[in-house]
């Protein structure tokens, strides 16, 4: 067995990396919303136009 401290270590440093992924994640639903939003409203302006 290696050093329980660096063992520690990699544990903290996978935890903090799928917070990171997790925020990641959250950030990019949040932008992939708001564009399909913006998208739907593109949309929309485009078919009143075609009239």
Known sequence: MGSPSGSNFVL?????ALVFI????CV???K???IVY???ALNGNLAA???
């Open 22 to 25: 997790f925020i990641g994640l």
């Open 38 to 40: 913006e998208l739907q």
């Open 32 to 34: 992939l919303d708001s």
């Open 12 to 16: 903290l440093d996978y935890l903090a």
């Open 49 to 51: 136009l075609r009239r």
């Open 28 to 30: 990019v639903v949040k």
